[in-house]
């Protein structure tokens, strides 16, 4: 089992920033690949960004590239979502997740994940 718990959220202004964290835990032999989703209410859950084993290689959703950076400690067991000029249209549940192979951004390619931390952008 692996066991993934993101923090960091809250309740930010427009324009503001927030750096979430996912700690690892549990039956991990070696770093896997990581990724960020959220769910937006009354949404489908969307893919955010991506982060291979090694960090070197990062992928984002066009509407967070330039304002959001992906990046992982793997001696500290954590990935981070680093989120800068936040939107009001940022607002959603954020979950941290483990891919397992294919395209990086569909949901069903991850099989852990997080229970989701809330961030909220006022305007």
């Known amino acids: 089992q692996v066991q993934l718990v993101e923090s960091g959220g809250g309740l930010v202004q427009a324009g503001g920033s927030l750096r979430l964290s996912c700690a690892i835990s549990?039956?991990?032999?070696?770093?896997?690949?990581m990724g960020w989703f959220r769910q937006a209410p009354g949404k489908e859950r969307e893919f955010v960004a991506h982060i291979i084993w090694s960090g070197i290689v990062t992928y984002y959703a066009a509407s967070v590239k330039g304002r959001f950076t992906i990046s992982r400690d793997n001696a500290k067991n954590t990935v981070t979502l680093q989120m800068n000029s936040l939107k009001p249209e940022d607002t959603a549940v954020y979950y941290c997740?483990?891919?397992?192979?294919?395209?990086?951004?569909?949901?069903?390619?991850?099989?852990?994940w997080g229970q989701g931390t809330q961030v909220t952008v006022s305007s």
């Open positions: 549990g039956r991990t032999f070696s770093p896997d690949a």
């Open positions: 997740a483990r891919f397992r192979g294919g395209s990086y951004s569909y949901e069903n390619n991850y099989d852990y």
